[in-house]
């Protein structure tokens, strides 16, 4: 067994994180410095494999660029970042920091990507390396530097860069891995592990579950990405888990099964990959002479039947089901808890250990090794070896804060479309390397990563929704749960409570909310009324509302400047509406002026901000009251802003003239409501205010007027 | 001399209107009612000289409604006012209502109205007429009514209801005027002055013009009509008015000299009436066998050549400048203020006088009389017999008001397009008889009017600008010269000062207010600035800032339901800029990305909201340098809204990611801006609001800052 022991020089491949809250600033500078040298120095030793201009200009996938690329883009996020957070001034070369900014790693499998680049030559991107080397170096030495390092740091920023690059340095292997021999340099610094054998055995092993609380706390002494931070509660329920991480020859097994033919044990996303991919066995096994090889990250090498198969998660999940169909059992991958449970059965982690319990960190190969050659209490490779898939797509824990140094690196994967990873891999290192990092990759994706599978009677997560980032739907999630502008105080919550005063101790026991919008003043209505329904026009805006009222939350996002702006979420626990029983709301697109003959017999009927958007609104006061319990209330709130866009001009209720006299619209809707209702309280002004930007918004004050039928 | 004395009885013509505030809240009931029924009998006794359909129907003029709709408007004016106000519920005839509503009187004379009415039976009318006269009757005899009446009470709308009915009494007895003789029945109720003769020679009389106040005040003690409250002062050089209106006889000179033939007798619009209209002389003079004879309301008659000829402004205007050429002299109409030095030789007004001191308020006869009868010192007909047309276009006075119910009567005729007529005439009552009643019409208009001319050299009245109702330019207006909103102070005024601060001892020699939309924050510069250019890429901002700067002030319309609004004013003097030398501002349209040499060596510069409207911000940020002198000062604010609408994305300064970076605008500005600026002390966030309705406003929060040219 070769271990490359990171204290042994500067030149091992493995490293430790600084602690964030340990030392002076100046022992801590200097730790900085040697771990940025350390992680420069280990991301050029991967490259010196590349032995050809065919390995650094060829695109190892059609998804990614080529290597050349990622040579360069991990120097330039440091430059990009210290211009972005104005700590430096000067670029060093602002075509290459122009060109290396953007990967394309999370396209989809069957997007293309056919630009031409016109790529800098390699001793070009050497140089420019070595310059931005010198230039961190000096910005570490001169750097404010506090302890704890915190987050808004130049500290922070300077490890957010070496994390970066140390997250490529996987990636980079991961390429480098589906390039032709051919164009590649064994050079001896990135060993193979030489023990080979039969798979062993599987087996299922219980694990009690219990209650875990995940995620860590902003004073957490590692440094971790955005996503990572936060809490969330989860019951696990008991369950078992596979001994071992399935080996190629247990996964050999589905493939004689006809696993890659058979479309029912596949996802019908994961089936849709196969057979575009045309996949028919896994990434890195390589057919020769009717026998399996296996392709490391510089050899073919005979196939290490006990290693760790490498897999996407749609692999994973086809295996999980074959295996299940062959079981009996409900074999699937973990979920991100039930890894955690797993996790238990380690108390070190990274930083703070001798020497690692798992092939991780590049503390012993440069490759897998037997799926039992790492034990953890009844388990092995709960870390390392190869990436562990889960069934959990990646989400944001309660309180998620973006960091605003980086603030696309989490939020376009809480999209139910990226999975979490968990465990890390050999070439793991870093925050890649530690408990609580949390990474997520499109499930066709492939990594250094295979999986465990559980017998588990967990549902499925809940499908993650995305950022709204439908202006409108967004401005008016704003509106309704987000911050209060100006001093005035939240609107349909307001409204909701002058409905609340209004019905006394009268019988609350069914409310209808007409031009609900995102819904906030029906769940406040909920707290009191027995049913209530929400009705808007907009299906956008009832479906906001709907996800809420599932999901609890619902995330969007909200314009600062220009294309810039903040990811947001509105939470009914955040508003107090968690205890409010909210399925006693049915949220429902409709047409105010057209309803159906089922919403009827309520005790208060709300049209919030509803009259001056109806194409008919004669219409709909005309025969409201035929909806209303006699004696029920009508509260209609408006700011009376007639809009052709909306209402022809021949229908708005006022602010026209009639005869030639001014007719205003409160006057209009006395005459109209006078017939059928009395009017019961004096008007009253309710001002509300929309954000449009972080520096804009409108400001409107709203006419509510109360209204009892008879 | 037949005299129909108002006291003897209910039947006389004559009338008094009710002192407003006088007698107790009963006796003051009464009086309106028998007013009221006074006023409604004396229309009837008008209408009743239509002896036939055609008299009814036709149009005795194309530009105004054949008599039968007058017959109903009064009328229906009672109804629409009262369910305007909401004093009434119910309408009387809805059909009638809406028909006889709105009158064509203020068309242009090439305007057509080739609308088809279908105008009700004459019968049907009248017996409408009885219905709206019991319901009004029974409406005054049950109003709330205290002492004095107010300017918002039921019987101040009430009064307006008669004082309506009033001006059609006069205005359709000229339409009868027009009517052929044939359709017409001289019943007797309406007798001509029989005293007739040569026109006596005029003279002009001097007067010693002096310091006038126009306008009266809220409390005054007789109805009025909102244009005549509000104050203006005036300062009347000395100057001669002719003794007598101008005569018939006196007219026919002109005539002779070939008036009607001479272009340049008469202004541009004058000579288009003419020619358009193919007038050959005074309306109401009939050429038979080579004799004039004259049309009175009923008969023609022999010329009665000391008669006061009935002219429109243009012909009157004609008859001065050929006047003026004749004798050498600067003879015109008479201002406004003119006419009231005359007016100063009455010392009592209609309403107090036991006789008319004129030919007026029907107390003498239904028609003119000789212009040398009513002696009124040292002038004959300073009040009645004819009106009198001034050269001075109707205008509000400082302190006007709209009257809320009737916010169309005025505004619409503050255009320069409607001249004062002054005095009344032999039909004149109610307010059309006192002295600070102020009519306008359109020029080319024919009332009972025509003139005494004056020898003056009182220059021209300045154009009147109607109101301003260009969206965005009223908008503007109010956002920089109106009312504050949500407690925000004004924000081109609050611009200019943080401008001045900076300034300190500095010389303040030269400074350019870029983007001055309406001009606030460059007349507010002024107060310091030796010189300010304005600039603004928008013609119509620069044209409405002129205006403000030529004028003093300027009117615009604000929006606050719908298509209602209110008419407003932006004056300089209640900005307090009225002592501030505005002649110290150039404003010229131009593009602050491409300005003119000539702009430059400032001592500032203020970009206010502006640089995110520029279509290229960067050629503007990057050249201004070279306007500023060494040590000047560029004062920047804005929200940094970018919209695409404005400027590409790929010209925005920030709100854009650069290099995958979000680039926020205040960075991008440093940037930028280094190379010739120093930020010579931290931002500042200064909000603004612009209002869009009465309950929709734009609340923004704009980022200052401030840079010192190197």
Request: with cysteine.
């Amino acid at each position: 067994m070769t271990v490359l022991n990171f204290v042994t020089a500067d030149k091992t491949l493995s490293s430790r994180m600084p602690l964030l809250n340990t030392g002076t600033p100046e022992s801590k500078r200097q730790e900085i410095l040697n771990y940025f040298c350390q992680t420069y120095d280990v991301y050029d030793r991967l490259f010196e494999v590349l032995d050809s201009d065919e390995a650094w200009y060829m695109k190892a996938i059609s998804l990614r660029h080529p290597l050349i690329f990622y040579y360069g883009h991990t120097a330039t996020f440091f430059v990009n970042k210290l211009i972005a957070a104005r700590l430096i001034e000067n670029r060093i070369d602002p075509d290459i920091e122009a060109m290396m900014a953007i990967g394309v790693d999370e396209m989809s499998w069957d997007d293309l990507d056919d630009k031409n680049y016109d790529w800098p030559a390699v001793e070009a991107l050497q140089a420019y390396r070595q310059k931005v080397r010198a230039m961190v170096c000096e910005f570490i030495r001169g750097m404010p530097l506090e302890i704890p390092v915190q987050w808004d740091s130049a500290a922070w920023l300077i490890l957010m860069g070496i994390e970066h690059e140390r997250i490529h340095l996987e990636t980079s292997s991961v390429l480098i891995r589906q390039l032709p021999l051919s164009c590649l340099n064994n050079n001896g610094s990135w060993p193979v592990c030489n023990e080979t054998g039969a798979a062993p055995e599987n087996t299922l092993v219980a694990l009690n579950g219990g209650k875990l609380k995940l995620g860590k706390s902003y004073d957490d002494p590692l440094y971790g990405w955005d996503n990572e931070y936060g809490s969330q509660e989860v019951d696990v329920a008991p369950f078992k888990a596979s001994e071992y991480l399935v080996s190629n020859g247990e996964f050999l097994a589905f493939l004689n099964a006809g696993g890659y033919d058979t479309e029912r044990w596949w996802t019908d996303e994961g089936w849709a990959w196969a057979t575009f991919a045309k996949a028919r066995h896994p990434e890195f096994w390589v057919r020769k002479e009717d026998c399996w090889h296996y392709r490391t990250l510089l050899e073919e090498i005979d196939m290490p039947w006990n290693w760790p198969v490498d897999t996407n998660c749609h692999e994973a999940q086809a295996f999980c089901r074959w295996k299940s169909e062959v079981t009996g059992k409900s074999i699937q991958l973990p979920t991100e808890a039930e890894w955690y449970c797993l996790r238990g059965q380690i108390d070190t982690d990274l930083p703070y250990w001798e020497q690692a319990p798992g092939n991780i960190n590049l503390e012993y190969w440069s490759s897998a090794c037997p799926v039992d050659q790492f034990r953890n209490g009844n388990f092995c490779d709960i870390i390392g070896n190869v990436w562990q898939w889960t069934r959990t797509p990646i989400d944001a824990y309660e309180g998620f804060r973006v960091h605003p140094y980086y603030d696309d690196f989490s939020t376009p994967t809480f999209d139910s479309k990226h999975n979490l990873i968990k465990g890390g891999c050999w070439i793991s290192t870093g925050n890649y390397g530690i408990k609580d990092s949390r990474y997520a990759f499109r499930r066709h994706f492939f990594q250094h990563a295979g999986f465990r599978y559980v017998e588990s009677t967990a549902s499925d997560q809940e499908t993650i929704n995305p950022y709204e980032t439908d202006t409108l739907v967004s401005q008016y999630l704003e509106f309704h749960f987000g911050q209060e502008y100006f001093g005035v105080s939240n609107y349909p919550k307001r409204c909701a409570e002058l409905c609340h005063r209004l019905m006394g101790s009268r019988p609350m026991t069914r409310a209808l909310d007409l031009g609900c919008s995102v819904g906030r003043s029906s769940f406040e209505l909920a707290r009191w009324f027995q049913h209530v329904d929400g009705i808007d026009f907009s299906a956008r805006f009832i479906s906001a509302a709907a996800e809420l009222q599932k999901n609890g939350k619902i995330r969007y996002f909200t314009p600062t400047e220009g294309e810039l702006g903040e990811f947001k979420v509105a939470s009914l626990k955040v508003m107090g509406l968690d205890t409010t029983d909210v399925n006693r709301i049915l949220f429902t697109q409709g047409d105010a002026c057209n309803l159906k003959p089922k919403y009827c017999d309520y005790d208060l009927v709300f049209a919030g901000n509803l009259i001056d958007r109806l194409t008919e609104p004669l219409v709909f006061l005309g025969n409201i009251h035929e909806r209303i319990r006699p004696g029920g209330f009508l509260v209609l709130t408006s700011p009376y802003t007639w809009l052709e866009d909306y209402t022809h001009k021949d229908k708005w209720l006022g602010g026209i003239r009639e005869n030639g006299e001014a007719l205003d619209t409160y006057s209009a809707l006395k005459r109209v409501l006078s017939l059928h209702f009395e009017e019961v309280q004096p008007p009253v002004d309710i001002p509300f205010v929309i954000r449009e930007t972080a520096r804009k918004y409108q400001h409107t004050v709203a006419h509510c007027t109360v209204w009892r039928c008879r």
